[in-house]
């Protein structure tokens, strides 16, 4: 079935137009960017177009996102290629397209585009380069998770104790000093599978090894160059393995889902985390969404400090006297953005009014909702215990959508209980 999907998600891309075409008069543009087929994003593009957007989608074959009904023009990227050969795709379908917005749907296609914009610094009346400018944040953190804390501590905002790591032995040095147990991170992943709770000595060095690909056989022409590096970092050398360390904050998780425009925050919706899958570091399966004002005023300064344009999420950890600790940034949408309409916080209306330069409307609040995402918390709980009260994001007005994003539920895995939200 996933196969068949992936076939038909290609089908549809090879069909576009090779040249994108300029976008209708009077509607705001918005052009997504897919290297990776996410659950997680898939739903935008109908929200884009909810709230006004003519809506493009530049990605690879197989990209669940393509198949849906939201999405007006597609356009292929490199299936087999990197980001560097896929550079010129991305600079002529924005260049065809002139769209207003470039959002990247992962955390692939956001280094990507950052490359894109790094490779056209010099070219000063690019309109390309323009479009990225006012697409993604002035600081690029996307690629280092210390990056961005250490500029929350300069913004006063609360963050675990943290650190960079380049050896096994700074991070147990770390470790022994903070106590355990303790997070160690990989930059560069999500959706948690960078991330490892180590609560011993021995648990952190097999996280180490894990997420610097030091394990295995040591007498290889690949241990050896692992070895060198090894040494290389001890010594303060070349980049380091891109590892940081945290400590582990007493709390619940909780999160913020926000969009921006020239280092202003324009709208946001937060949520608590009540399941999560795979546990303990994986992504949020179900949601209480709702207002909160002190994640609020948290968003707004590190979007000023970042100078940060598009979709973000920050993830932290509320205590039991409500006080919030900052963990990290997601550069790019998170699964709930397509939700804060439900809440009276919808995301894609308030950055179609920016781009308009018109006012964003004023947010309407409504009562807190608890939500099932789909297909995550099917995946964690096929029975679906405790679901009933829950709403469901179950795409059924979108079925091609619906079906690919289904391929690997067990047959009958709706018992006819789904009820789509409205996120308006």
Known sequence: MQASMAAQAGERLATGASTPPQGSPGRRRVLLVAM???????????????????????????????L?????????????????????????????????????????SLRMLHAVRR????????????????????????????????????????????AEVRTLRDALRFAHRSGWPVYLK???????????????PPELTAAFAALTNTAG??????????????????????????ISIQSVMPGEPAFHSAVALDGRWLAG?????????????????????????????IARRLIDALGYSGFCGFDFI???????????????PTPVSHLGGLVGFDLCVALNAALSGKPVPPAIPKP????????????RDPIGTGREHYDHDVPLDDPALLEAMAADLPHGWDDGRAVASQSG
């Open 269 to 297: 919706v937060s949520a608590e985390v009540e399941e999560f899958h795979p546990r303990p570091t994986g992504p949020s399966t179900r949601v209480l969404l709702h207002g909160d004002s002190a994640m609020d005023d």
């Open 217 to 242: 056989p040591i007498w290889s022409v690949a241990g050896v160059l692992r070895r060198g590096r090894r040494t290389m970092h001890a010594m303060g050398l070349g980049a380091g393995p891109g």
């Open 368 to 379: 807190p909702r608890r939500v099932a995402l789909f297909p995550q918390d099917w995946v």
């Open 36 to 66: 990776d087929s996410w659950h997680g994003s898939a739903r935008l593009p109908t929200a884009f177009q909810g709230a006004g957007f003519e809506v493009a989608l530049l990605c690879r074959p197989g990209v669940v996102a393509s």
């Open 68 to 108: 849906s009904r939201g999405v007006e023009h597609r356009f292929a990227l490199h299936p087999d290629k990197g980001s560097r050969s896929n550079s010129s795709v991305v600079c002529r379908t924005i260049a065809g397209f002139s769209p207003d917005m470039v959002v990247p749907l992962d955390d692939a």
């Open 318 to 332: 509320r205590d039991r006297s409500g006080k919030l600790t900052l963990l990290e940034l997601n550069a790019r």
């Open 186 to 200: 990989r930059d560069n992943t999500a959706g948690g599978s960078g991330v490892r709770l180590c609560t011993s």
């Open 119 to 162: 490779a056209l610094a010099a070219e000063t009346s690019s309109d390309v380069r323009r479009v990225l400018d006012r697409s993604l944040s002035r600081v690029d953190v996307s690629s280092k998770r210390t990056s961005f804390l250490e500029i929350a501590e300069r913004a006063g905002v609360t963050c675990p104790a943290h």
